[in-house]
């Protein structure tokens, strides 16, 4: 998909350039559903080698800042006023497939992307979805020309040599049963919603709490559970104290408000 309706002249690429094109290229990647929109979250940027040596150094604050930007343009949609809430019908949820947005930068080594532009892939979760094509989007206007089975080679290679699963969260909710990755030090878990971001959110009723319990993994590797919620957490059946960490085995059941069970697992 151009993302332009002229061309736009080549310039020089800047962290800034880059964020823009990623918010614009997940508003384009829009999927609706009945009750939520589902929002591209995993990105493959593109850079001539030229551009991408040059921006190499900064290349992490570049995807630390672009995720902040994803985040705040997520919790504005959500937070907007909705003439939904008038009229009786639904006000869609803006949300994620998976816990965190995905960036990576690739140098085009084969002479696809010229001086000056950035071309971005980027697809709703890790398996495509079917009827969903993912978007592409270039900044300066010419049709994408990477392909397919590259991004798909190249988001592999770079998944193996970067994510590491520490532990990973079963359980079933009102969508189903469902796995949960973890694959950062520190997670929030509950219903979320509106303001209220959290990394695991729970389809369920109000008796969760929208930031339930919080997950957090220590220096030495070891997991600690703290209560955050008004109806109660239980740690292999035995209620917690709200408000005070708590070890967790590595293999652990924590029941939310004696509504739903999630089976925890360290992964080694």
């Known amino acids: 998909m151009a993302n332009r309706d002229a061309m736009v ?7 800034q350039v ?11 990647g829009k999927l609706e559903m009945g009750y939520s929109v589902l929002l591209p979250c ?15 150094a900064v290349q992490e604050l570049v995807k630390e800042d672009a995720r902040r930007a994803l985040s705040d343009r997520l919790a504005a949609w959500n937070t907007k006023p909705s003439v939904f809430k008038r009229s009786g019908r639904i006000q869609k949820v803006y949300r994620i497939a998976r816990n965190e947005w995905l960036i990576d930068f690739f140098s085009d080594s084969e002479s696809s992307v010229p001086p000056g532009d950035v071309e971005i892939h980027s697809e709703l979760n ?7 094509r993912g978007v592409k989007t270039t900044l300066i206007g010419r049709e994408p020309s990477i392909t397919a089975a590259r991004v798909a080679s190249d988001r592999e290679s770079t998944r193996r040599q970067s994510e590491r699963i520490l532990a990973e969260i079963r359980y079933k909710d009102d969508s ?9 030090n520190e997670i929030t878990v509950g219903r979320g919603g509106g303001d209220l971001w959290v ?15 919080v997950l957090r993994r220590d220096a030495t590797g070891s997991f600690l559970l703290l209560d ?41």
């Open 18 to 28: 880059i964020i823009n094109e990623l918010i614009r290229n997940m508003e384009l």
């Open 228 to 268: 955050k919620s008004r109806n109660g957490t239980w740690l292999n059946g035995r209620r917690l104290n709200r408000g005070v960490e708590t070890a967790l085995s590595d293999r652990a059941e924590i029941g939310l408000a004696a509504v739903l069970t999630l089976h925890f697992e360290v992964r080694r």
């Open 199 to 213: 990394d695991l959110p729970l389809y369920t009723n109000e008796e969760v709490s929208r930031e339930h319990l």
């Open 176 to 184: 189903g049963s469902q796995t949960y990755f973890v694959t950062q």
């Open 42 to 56: 995993i990105f493959s940027v593109y850079l001539h080698p030229d551009d991408f040596k040059r921006l190499a």
């Open 126 to 132: 890790d398996t495509a979805q079917p009827g969903y």
């Open 9 to 15: 002249a080549p310039g020089r690429i800047s962290g």
